[in-house]
């Protein structure tokens, strides 16, 4: 993350990164991404085109701190009675909405933003902390779980590569294969 961020600023800087982000998602979605500059984005939120460089520094990394957001999970993960369930029902979502063309974007806004690897850091913070979640509550109920580096290596880390780069044929058939494998049930899937 570039220092001239900040993460959940209050007050005055709470409202300009909200009418920016508002500002970035709206022309993305009016002008699409090779119109976009940064003075269209400053008059949108109302603010000036310095104001958005001393904020963000470019193009990039402004689109690379509204993926971060946009990829910030809205709710914890639900509660499917056992881990198996869970944790299924994790990665399933998980999987729709990163290999969705808009989520995609997100992650490639996300990582090209941010050349020192914070945001692609922020972004799996996200994901290991609804992780720890899962875990935590099957632990609670008695369940043998595994930690969370070990589920972020055997869901995360395999469905982020095949989303980036071996999309074709991704479903939910395989998130379901790599919830069995990390609990060690074989898997009847084919590949």
């Known amino acids: ?19 920016v982000h ?14 976009l500059t940064v003075p269209m984005v400053a008059q949108r939120a109302g603010v000036t085109p310095s ?11 402004l689109l690379s701190d509204v993926a ?3 990829l910030r999970p809205d709710s914890e993960p639900e509660d499917h009675g056992g881990l198996r369930a869970d944790l299924t029902a994790w990665a ?24 020192d690897g914070g945001n692609a850091g922020r972004c799996s913070d ?6 720890a979640l899962v875990l935590a509550r099957a632990r609670a109920r008695g369940e043998d779980a595994p930690g969370v ?9 395999p469905l982020m590569y095949r989303i980036l780069f071996r999309p074709a044929g991704l479903g939910p058939d395989h998130a379901r294969r790599l919830v069995a494998d990390l609990l060690g049930t074989p898997s009847r899937a084919s590949d």
């Not at 508002?22 to 119109?35: I, K, M, Q, W, Y």
């Not at 104001?51 to 990394?61: H, I, K, P, Q, S």
């Open 1 to 19: 993350m570039s220092p001239r961020q900040m993460v959940r600023p209050g007050g005055r800087s709470a409202r300009v990164q909200e009418a």
């Open 68 to 70: 971060v957001e946009r």
């Open 149 to 157: 580096e070990t589920a972020m290596d055997h869901l995360v880390a």
């Open 22 to 35: 508002a500002a970035v998602r709206e022309l993305l979605a009016e002008v699409g991404r090779e119109a």
């Open 126 to 131: 996200y994901a290991a902390d609804q992780l």
């Open 92 to 115: 399933e979502q998980f999987l729709d909405e990163m290999a969705s063309a808009s989520g995609r974007a997100y992650v490639r806004d996300a990582l090209l933003g941010a050349p």
């Open 51 to 61: 104001t958005v460089y001393r904020r963000w520094g470019d193009l990039a990394e």
